[in-house]
């Protein structure tokens, strides 16, 4: 009876957690609008954070080295939009005519089967083969950034209220808290492994959409510039993005200049993403994110769905936020191992084995670079 109790305790237990996940991604769906400029302004405080402290450490007042620190930002994403803005604009415009033109090329290979005896459909086939929707959704993409431009003051507002708070934060929680070693240990793992990501990831996409721009400048494409940002954020998208990056500019050369030029556009991309993401990425950022490759994936679609086109840039920082927080926790640690990687399900068994092994309430075992927290 006592047994039947506790099963029903923990059933029931399993519902409520259910039940209140529903709501908060429900409620995470509707307020995605205030969401982006937010996560956005948390994750630039993040990759700004550093150069903020350099600057304290000199000497400056705290206003002082927010100033200069908005100042850089603003000046910097200010010159990417002087540049890319014409460009994403004619584009756009452009847009239309492209897919009319690619669906008069995929015409043609529809006449050379027909003419080979193979009856296709012609409605099933452009339904099938649309390379077109690529373009339709790096167009996304864009467009999501430019709405999100939209909210520029609110995020600056945010980065320098963060910024802010950066340096009071551990005293606060260590009044708050019954157990501030603990909460500011999370806290620390969590802002060290998403500003690592962040910092080398950003410095990987920058060589990946400068090479690209360089390449498609010696071959004379069209929006060189513009592809090599695309390049540079579709870097962030797991698994798909460099995919999706290459797809427009390789149709684009395919329609004004032909098959040749289309395959050098190509072959330039293929080896540029080997080179960055296969080469240099895997040294620069060690064995991994500690995330399973599914889980990876699942997490694009997921954010992006909630999020829209920018969360699929946001995707694995925010998954790794909640796969740290779950670790940080005994009750919840069995769903961190499930959405880590082969190697750190490994590794928690070897953690397990040991004499001295993880007490109950202990964080879990870590993956990331010891840092102190900004203080």
């Given at each position: 009876m006592i047994t039947s109790d506790i099963w029903q305790a923990k059933e029931l237990r399993l519902l409520i957690m259910a039940a209140s996940l529903v709501i908060i991604i429900a409620g995470m769906k509707a307020a995605s609008g205030l969401l982006v400029p937010f996560f956005l302004a948390a994750l630039i405080s993040v990759m700004t954070i550093s150069p903020f402290l350099w600057?304290?450490?000199k000497g400056l007042p705290s206003l002082l080295a927010i100033f200069l620190v908005i100042a850089a930002v603003v000046i910097i994403a200010g010159s990417i939009g002087a540049y890319i803005g014409v460009s994403l604009n004619n584009f756009i415009e452009a847009l239309p005519s492209y897919q009319d033109r690619l669906r008069s090329e995929l015409g043609t290979v529809l006449v050379w089967f027909e003419a080979r005896g193979f009856?296709?459909?012609e409605r099933y086939f452009f339904e099938l083969l649309n390379p077109g929707?690529?373009?339709d959704v790096v167009a996304n993409i864009l467009k999501g950034l430019s709405s999100v431009?939209?909210?520029?003051?609110?995020?600056?507002?945010t980065v320098v209220f963060i910024l802010l708070e950066?340096?009071?934060?551990p005293i606060k929680l260590h009044a708050a808290t019954s157990d501030p070693a603990s909460s500011l240990a999370t806290l620390e793992k969590i802002f060290t492994s998403v500003r690592r990501y962040l910092v080398l990831k950003t410095w990987i996409s920058l060589a990946t959409g400068v090479t690209v721009s360089i390449w498609l400048i010696v071959l004379d494409r069209n929006y060189p510039l513009l592809w090599g940002f695309v390049a540079f954020l579709l870097n962030f998208v797991p698994n798909i993005g460099s995919l999706i990056a290459a797809i427009p500019p390789i149709l684009l050369a395919l329609i004004n200049t032909g098959p040749l030029a289309s395959m050098l556009v190509g072959l330039g991309y293929l080896v540029i993403n080997v080179s960055c993401g296969n080469l240099i990425e895997p040294r620069v950022l060690g064995k991994g994110l500690g995330l399973s490759p599914l889980v990876v994936f699942l997490s694009l679609v997921f954010w992006g769905w909630i999020l829209g086109p920018v969360g699929m840039l946001l995707s694995v920082p925010l998954?790794?936020?909640?796969k740290i927080s779950l670790e940080m926790f005994e009750s919840t640690h069995w769903l961190a191992i499930l959405l880590g990687s082969s190697a750190s399900a490994e590794a928690a068994i070897k953690e397990r084995e040991r004499p001295s092994g993880r007490q109950a309430g202990?964080?879990?075992p870590s993956h990331a670079g010891h840092e102190e927290f900004p203080s």
């Open positions: 600057l304290r450490a009856k296709v459909s929707v690529a373009m431009l939209t909210y520029t003051l609110l995020i600056l507002f950066a340096s009071s934060l998954t790794m936020i909640v202990e964080p879990g």
